[in-house]
């Protein structure tokens, strides 16, 4: 594959946790037919993106529930560490890919973020290519959002239970925020989802 047919933007699927505060395998859990892991990759893909997956817990299900879909995966051993280890071990994976100029990082829980919202993130990171541009609703700035490949390094270098949060405030200047009211929805505890299915 030529240098210019490479993709220049990659989703990243944050799949590898193991939902202790769900009771079970959250990226395992159904919502209108459909794993929330399969629902989530399906919107990177989508939205036209290549779709790379960071496994942890629960790795070999996450997979067979992705059967049939084009994506890589990378497995994080550390997983346990929490969500930023998980998000080093998918930025120290596209480092040596120097043509990969940005990413797209998206949560498997957050079920009404769909192609649209991300083409419309795509859209906005267009006008700022070499900033940060994140989700925003209710006052909140968060996932999905997307990186530049100036940040990767920093990515990189994340472990434990803080994600990329820190490194959003402290790049303030660079940060474009778009209104993804689709965003506030994320399922954590068994109650969001039984009131997300109707059960």
Not at 6 to 35: M, N, S, W, Y
Not at 92 to 114: K, W
Request: aromatic letters at 4%; glycine letters at 10%.
């Amino acid at each position: 594959m030529g240098r210019s047919t490479e993709p220049r933007i990659v989703g990243v699927l944050l799949a590898a946790g193991a939902a202790r505060r769900f009771g079970r395998p959250k990226q395992l859990a159904v919502v209108d037919g459909v794993t929330l892991v399969r629902r989530s990759a399906q919107a990177v893909l989508d939205a036209g993106l290549p779709l790379l997956v960071v496994t942890g817990a629960h790795a070999e299900a996450v997979l067979e529930a992705l059967q049939g879909l084009p994506f890589e995966h990378c497995h994080n051993g550390d997983w346990a560490q929490g969500m930023g280890r998980s998000i080093g071990a998918a930025f120290e994976n596209l480092l040596p890919r120097t043509h990969v100029e940005a990413a797209l990082i998206a949560l498997c829980d957050q079920p009404r973020i769909g192609a649209d919202a991300l083409r419309r993130l795509l859209a906005a990171h267009q006008r700022m290519p070499d900033g940060i541009t994140a989700s925003s609703f209710d006052g909140i700035t968060g996932p999905p959002c997307i990186f530049a490949r100036r940040d990767f390094a920093s990515l990189a270098r994340l472990d434990g239970s803080v994600g990329a949060r820190a490194l959003i405030e402290a790049q303030a200047d660079r940060l474009q925020r778009v209104n993804l009211p689709e965003a506030a929805l994320d399922i954590d505890t068994p109650e969001q989802y039984r009131t997300l299915v109707g059960g």
